[in-house]
């Protein structure tokens, strides 16, 4: 774990826009694909010289090991998204991963909800193709502020998990975040999650296991998130996000608060998480 | 190919091209890159005399050709690093320069007692760019006579070369060279970084959690050239050069500059292989020029 296997060029395959100013980006690197897991994540150098200076981190949102190519799905969001954005094929490309730990997949047989706010869709991708291809039941709740903003519905249905979307301006789905129809589908019962005590009409392979859940979105969704997980007694595991110097463990910059045994630690989001346990999470403020 | 050894205030290295304290952890991360015996010699990470939980995060800004952070010396305490992390690094063959920082006189000159004890401890060098809690919070390095204070503390229980890491928000570092020199430093490292800040302006706030931080990388660097320019002319001890230096033909400027040795800070968070391919830059770059010995750079 955390071996890092690579910095070196990565061959870009193409790089093309699939939502409001949010761009898919395929490399090539079989070394990279063969070894990823979901949940891990890149540093990608933005430029050949020192200006912009450090390397930007972005989530694995598509590892295909057998054809050696991975995925990033990024938002122009500043300088560093802004210059990738323009980027062509055939350009190489320096990445240093796979870094951080995945998600953890084998920690329950039964269904699995998937939650996602914004660009926090883009680890889950990977997620729920290996969750399906594990014969797992997926509920995917995928929130944007709006419509135009929401990727990837289409491989998560083509993945054959089930998905809600909802946007905070209405414009598809319930209007508000994830966290809503997720909050209903949890207060419903989990209905084809198969809870002991559901009346499922939709049972799914779920059997009557317990949900286990995956969530990645900005701080004040993920504590929503929590929030609901702590209510329902869902297991839930929170990808974070942190400003990143090194992305290997060793400056320091990313370290966050988590709640241990002995009292409040501080870990490293790149090289401890960015996959950490809701209930080890602090995520006041 | 030309010799890269060199020997500083009594210490054999390999090399002159140092890890810089603070970007390299204590050497575990980067050895899954190259072994911790690569560098001429890895300067720990700070630690004080109790373990310490650091600023909160955002620690990190971007800069104009460089990078702000407020790490806030994160480190697991002066104990930790003489009973886990030393005996490793040394276990890989690393030279090793502990890096120490204290909120008072007494807590420096105490971390060195405790170090005195430390099997196979390389030099220490003090990092004099912390608030000094005794002086409301003026850092020790900006005053030439409480940086000499600390430097005669240390003194007293060092039996390594004794390194002392200048701070750039000072006027003239000149000043606190000779203060510390007087005062029995073997060596002097510098620069540490430059106060700096960096805003939002979609948040309007600080970027950093702490609002201000230390600027490192290419930006600083003619400033860390100068620096060093002006001290090796101001002191008769060896310098170890730092500030921005990405390329074996930077770290000819700090030679050219003064420098004994240099050291890489931010350019490992951005190419992890720096240190083993600066190595090997000025290497060639040694035969190319036709010089036999990196010792063999005339300064300015
Ligand atoms: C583990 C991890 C995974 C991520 N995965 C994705 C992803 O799959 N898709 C995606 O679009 N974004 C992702 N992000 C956020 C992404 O890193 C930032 O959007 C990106 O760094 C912005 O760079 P910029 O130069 O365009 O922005 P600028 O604002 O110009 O960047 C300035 C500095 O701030 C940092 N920064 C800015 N925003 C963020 C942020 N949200 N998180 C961390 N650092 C930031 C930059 O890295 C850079 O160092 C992820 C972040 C982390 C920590
Ligand atoms: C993330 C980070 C952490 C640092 N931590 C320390 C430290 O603990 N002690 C210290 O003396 N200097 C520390 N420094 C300063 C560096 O050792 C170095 O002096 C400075 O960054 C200038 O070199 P550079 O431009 O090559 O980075 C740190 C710098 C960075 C970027
Ligand atoms: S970014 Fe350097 S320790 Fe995480």
């Not at chain 1, 055939?90 to 914004?118: E, H, R, W, Y």
């Not at chain 1, 960015?274 to 602090?282: C, D, M, N």
């Not at chain 2, 570092?173 to 490292?189: F, M, N, Q, R, Y």
């Not at chain 2, 290419?218 to 002006?230: F, G, H, S, T």
Request: charged residues 20%; hydrophobic residues 45%.
């Amino acid at each position: 774990m955390n071996d890092i296997s690579l910095a070196k060029p990565a061959l870009l395959i193409s790089n093309r826009q699939i939502a409001d100013g949010i761009y898919a980006m395929d490399l090539q690197e079989p070394g990279l694909a063969a070894e990823a897991r979901p949940g891990q994540f890149v540093m990608l150098a933005v430029s050949e010289g020192a200006d912009p200076f450090l390397r930007r981190p972005f989530s694995l949102a598509g590892i295909d090991g057998d054809g050696g190519k991975i995925r990033l799905i990024y938002q122009v969001s500043g300088r560093g998204t802004g210059l990738m954005a323009a980027w062509e094929a055939g350009k190489q490309v320096s990445l240093l991963g796979p870094l951080g730990n995945g998600f953890a997949l084998d920690a329950q047989p039964g269904p699995a909800i998937l939650v996602g706010g914004g660009m926090g869709l883009a680890p889950l991708l990977p997620l729920a193709k290996e969750l399906r291809e594990r014969d797992r039941a997926v509920y995917v709740f995928a929130g944007a502020r709006s419509l135009g903003l929401l990727f990837g519905l289409s491989d998560f249905r083509a993945y054959g998990c089930m998905v809600q979307i909802a946007t905070e301006d209405g414009s598809g789905g319930a209007a508000g975040f994830a966290t809503l129809p997720l909050g209903q589908y949890m207060q419903a019962g989990f209905p084809g999650g198969g809870r002991a005590s559901g009346t499922d009409g939709m049972t799914r392979g779920g059997g009557s296991q317990a949900p286990s859940l995956y969530a990645c979105g900005p701080a004040p969704f993920l504590r929503a998130v929590a929030g609901l997980c702590r209510d329902y007694g869902v297991e839930a595991q929170l990808s974070m996000e942190e400003r990143m110097g090194c992305g290997i463990g060793a400056c320091m910059g990313c370290s966050v608060q988590i709640r241990t045994a002995e009292g409040i630690v501080r870990k490293r989001v790149c090289y401890d998480g960015p996959v950490f346990r809701a209930g080890e999470v602090v995520l006041d403020g | 190919m030309a010799d890269l050894r060199v020997r500083l205030a009594g210490l054999d290295l390999p090399n002159p091209i140092l890890a810089a304290s603070g970007v390299y952890g204590f050497g575990r991360e980067f050895a899954k890159l190259y072994p911790p015996s690569a560098p001429g010699a890895i300067m720990a990470k700070g630690v004080t005399l109790e373990p310490s939980a650091g600023n909160l995060t955002p620690r990190i800004a971007e800069a104009p050709a460089g990078m702000l952070n407020s790490i806030g010396l994160e480190n697991p305490g002066v104990d930790a690093f003489i009973r886990r992390e030393l005996p490793w690094m040394k276990s890989q063959g690393a030279r090793v320069i502990a890096n120490i920082s204290g909120h008072s006189v007494g807590e420096y000159e105490e971390i060195s007692r405790r170090l005195s004890e430390a099997e196979g401890l390389d030099a220490i060098e003090v990092n004099i760019s912390c608030p000094n809690l005794d002086h409301g919070g003026l850092v020790f390095g900006t005053d030439p006579a409480i940086a000499a204070e600390v430097t005669a503390r240390v003194r007293k229980h060092c039996h390594v070369p004794l390194i002392v890491k200048l701070s750039p928000n000072v006027t003239d570092i000149t000043a606190i060279a000779k203060a510390v020199a007087a005062e029995g430093a073997d060596a002097l490292s510098l620069i540490n970084t430059l106060l700096g800040m960096a805003i939002d302006v979609k948040a309007r706030k600080p970027v950093l959690a702490r609002q201000v931080g230390g600027l490192s990388g290419p930006a600083i660097k003619p400033v860390a050239l100068r620096m060093v320019w002006e001290t090796a002319r101001a002191v008769d001890l060896p310098i170890i050069g730092m500030g921005g230096i990405l390329s074996a033909e930077d770290a000819v400027e700090f030679f050219l500059a003064g420098a004994h040795a240099v050291a890489i800070g931010s350019g490992n968070l951005i190419r992890p292989y720096i240190i083993p391919e600066i190595i090997e830059g000025l290497g060639r770059w040694l035969d190319q020029e036709g010089y036999a010995s990196v010792n063999d750079i005339r300064r300015l």
